[in-house]
């Protein structure tokens, strides 16, 4: 894939942002409006853009490539959480009582609210099939390991609760539908598609509108969180990269896998900070500028994908 190719979607979901920062600065779309509107896309439009990447052909090679996207994506998870540890912890930091947001910010990307956008854009329905798969391994991680992170203790609740996400479940719904190879009529299938269409914009637009209530004052003069982005949006992606070119991962899933580990800082971090009662600025802060830092350094790392895969 042309790297011009790649940097243009990146700006195009950029631009998008921009008007939702704009719309959300003149109060067109105020907080109340932006909620209804998160809902709307985490309950009916991603669910089903997932959906509608699982009314495809049955075929082996995607079977195949359908369970080897689970396993990359857990290691993918098992690696950045334990190099988190090595990087993040009491020896290399002076101050520990933001421990568990940074750990959290540079394990966990966002991967469903700007990553399935661009994954949808760079690769299609196919991107999304395996994306879906991502997803699913991602929240299960989140709301194990990620909450435990900031409670300090295992919740079974929030992760059984995670279980029944959307997402997860227009995922088990539609994978018996790929493997059966039984697909949606044509009309229920067409209005899957036009709603599935509405993803891109309107989360680009959500996140613009949140990154406006932000407050920008001392986010560039904090250490602590310079150290997040560096991990979050340039080490972990590149060490993630790198093992899977070692193993010979294919350059499909490799770029599916990469795209979604090299997303910014994600917004679940804000909601686990929420839920134990934490400090939400300095996660907040560090989402902005690491969605704002993206811009780049994505392009970056398919960049740099691209060169490796030529390599052979």
């Given at each position: 894939?042309?790297?011009?190719?790649?940097?243009?979607?990146?700006?195009?979901?950029?631009?998008?942002?921009?008007?939702?920062?704009?719309?959300?600065?003149?109060?067109?779309?105020?907080?109340?409006?932006?909620?209804?509107?998160?809902?709307?896309?985490?309950?009916?439009?991603?669910?089903?853009?997932?959906?509608?990447?699982?009314?495809?052909?049955?075929?082996?090679?995607?079977?195949?490539?359908?369970?080897?996207?689970?396993?990359?994506?857990?290691?993918?998870?098992?690696?950045c959480i334990v190099?988190?540890?090595?990087?993040?912890?009491?020896?290399?930091?002076?101050?520990?009582?933001?421990?568990?947001?940074?750990?959290?910010?540079?394990?966990?990307?966002?991967?469903?609210?700007?990553?399935?956008?661009?994954?949808?854009?760079?690769?299609?329905?196919?991107?999304?099939?395996?994306?879906?798969?991502?997803?699913?391994?991602?929240?299960?991680?989140?709301?194990?390991?990620?909450?435990?992170?900031?409670?300090?203790?295992?919740?079974?609740?929030?992760?059984?609760?995670?279980?029944?996400?959307?997402?997860?479940?227009?995922?088990?719904?539609?994978?018996?539908?790929?493997?059966?190879?039984?697909?949606?009529?044509?009309?229920?299938?067409?209005?899957?598609?036009?709603?599935?269409?509405?993803?891109?914009?309107?989360?680009m637009m959500i996140?613009?509108?949140?990154?406006?209530?932000?407050?920008?004052?001392?986010?560039?003069?904090?250490?602590?969180?310079?150290?997040?982005?560096?991990?979050?949006?340039?080490?972990?992606?590149?060490?993630?990269?790198?093992?899977?070119?070692?193993?010979?991962?294919?350059?499909?899933?490799?770029?599916?896998?990469?795209?979604?580990?090299?997303?910014?800082?994600?917004?679940?971090?804000?909601?686990?900070?929420?839920?134990?009662?934490?400090?939400?600025?300095?996660?907040?802060?560090?989402?902005?500028?690491?969605?704002?830092?993206?811009?780049?350094?994505?392009?970056?790392?398919?960049?740099?994908?691209?060169?490796?895969?030529?390599?052979?």
């Open positions: 894939m042309p790297i011009l190719t790649m940097v243009n979607q990146v700006i195009i979901l950029f631009v998008l942002m921009g008007l939702g920062f704009a719309l959300a600065r003149f109060r067109v779309l105020d907080e109340h409006v932006s909620q209804k509107l998160t809902w709307l896309l985490c309950y009916i439009v991603m669910p089903c853009l997932i959906l509608y990447s699982f009314q495809a052909p049955f075929s082996q090679a995607r079977l195949h490539n359908f369970l080897e996207m689970f396993i990359i994506t857990a290691g993918l998870h098992l690696l190099l988190a540890r090595l990087f993040l912890n009491g020896r290399t930091l002076r101050h520990t009582g933001r421990l568990a947001e940074m750990r959290a910010a540079s394990v966990y990307p966002n991967c469903g609210f700007m990553g399935i956008p661009l994954i949808s854009a760079l690769q299609g329905s196919t991107g999304v099939f395996y994306g879906s798969v991502f997803i699913t391994v991602n929240g299960i991680f989140a709301w194990s390991h990620g909450l435990m992170l900031f409670s300090g203790q295992f919740d079974r609740t929030a992760l059984k609760k995670s279980l029944t996400n959307p997402n997860i479940l227009a995922a088990v719904v539609g994978l018996p539908m790929f493997l059966t190879g039984w697909h949606l009529p044509g009309a229920l299938q067409q209005s899957l598609h036009y709603v599935a269409n509405l993803n891109t914009a309107l989360s996140i613009g509108a949140a990154m406006s209530r932000i407050r920008f004052a001392g986010i560039l003069s904090t250490p602590a969180g310079w150290l997040c982005l560096l991990l979050r949006n340039l080490l972990f992606p590149l060490i993630c990269l790198l093992v899977m070119w070692w193993l010979g991962i294919e350059a499909e899933l490799l770029l599916c896998a990469l795209v979604l580990m090299a997303c910014p800082v994600a917004g679940i971090t804000v909601i686990f900070a929420q839920l134990t009662g934490r400090d939400t600025q300095f996660i907040g802060q560090t989402l902005t500028l690491s969605t704002l830092l993206s811009v780049l350094t994505l392009p970056l790392m398919l960049a740099l994908a691209q060169w490796l895969l030529t390599l052979g």
